[in-house]
């Protein structure tokens, strides 16, 4: 929900926070410089940081509406990624290739692989990390680590139809396809024309879940074997 926050004696919400573009400040010493400036002005409009961090720190997400010296600022955007990890999307876009924060954040929701810089979505370490969390952020990791057959087991584990985001080369790989069968069978389209006509990787597949058999080869779907293994 939004969230809200009194402010000398008034409340302030999100939608406020949006700053007057020509009387937005460039960096932080710039706006640190323009607050001791107002310090004693009683201007209402002056962002008060300790506010705006007690906010991320129950929505990180709100750092997307503030001003870009707080999206610069280190400890704003950690406090807001601790709170959502989504929230270093809202980052400044230095951010995006900061490996430390990324790792944290991909932990906690693999996914957000797809907002990390291209050099970030070329680490091997960092992607398997979001594949463990998530086996669908296979698909935002850079194409040689869809070929890389540890990382796409991983992801094929958690989730079978990460299977679609492998190479061919890995969609052709018997123990890669099983993998992802056995974790959802309807994975068993995006294994190659041979592995469709595998047996093991049938049954497998058709055992996970009965709707697989559509994709299996015309021979093996009039198999008595694999039709008594459909099981819905």
């Known amino acids: 929900g939004m969230v809200a926050a009194k402010y000398r004696g008034r409340v302030i919400t999100k939608a406020e926070f949006a700053p007057k573009r020509e009387e937005t400040p460039d960096s932080a010493d710039e706006y640190d410089g323009l607050r001791e400036a ?5 201007d209402d409009e002056l962002l008060d940081w300790e506010t705006m961090r007690i906010i991320v720190q129950k929505d990180g997400l709100a750092l997307e509406g503030m001003p870009m010296c707080l999206r610069r600022d280190p400890s704003m955007v950690a406090e807001a990624v601790k709170q959502n990890p989504w929230a270093i999307r809202c980052a400044a876009s230095e951010f995006h290739g900061d490996r430390m924060l990324a790792l944290g954040a991909v932990q906690r929701d693999g996914l957000v692989l797809q907002h990390l810089s291209e050099e970030l979505r070329d680490d091997g370490e960092l ?18 680590l869809r070929a890389d057959r540890d990382i ?7 989730h079978g139809f990460a299977l679609e985001f492998a190479s061919e080369d ?9 993998a992802a069968v056995a974790r959802s069978g309807r994975a068993l389209q995006f294994a190659s024309p041979d592995l469709k006509k595998d047996r093991e990787v049938v049954l497998s597949a058709v055992h996970s879940d009965g709707y697989a058999m559509d994709f299996a080869s015309q021979e093996l779907r009039n198999d008595f074997e694999i039709v008594r293994a459909r099981d819905f």
């Open 38 to 42: 107002n310090a004693d002005a009683g």
């Open 127 to 144: 992607c398997n990390e979001a594949v463990l969390q998530n086996g669908l952020a296979l698909q935002f990791a850079a194409e040689e």
């Open 152 to 158: 796409v087991l991983s992801a094929c584990r958690r």
């Open 170 to 178: 890995l969609r052709r790989d018997r123990e890669v396809v099983l």
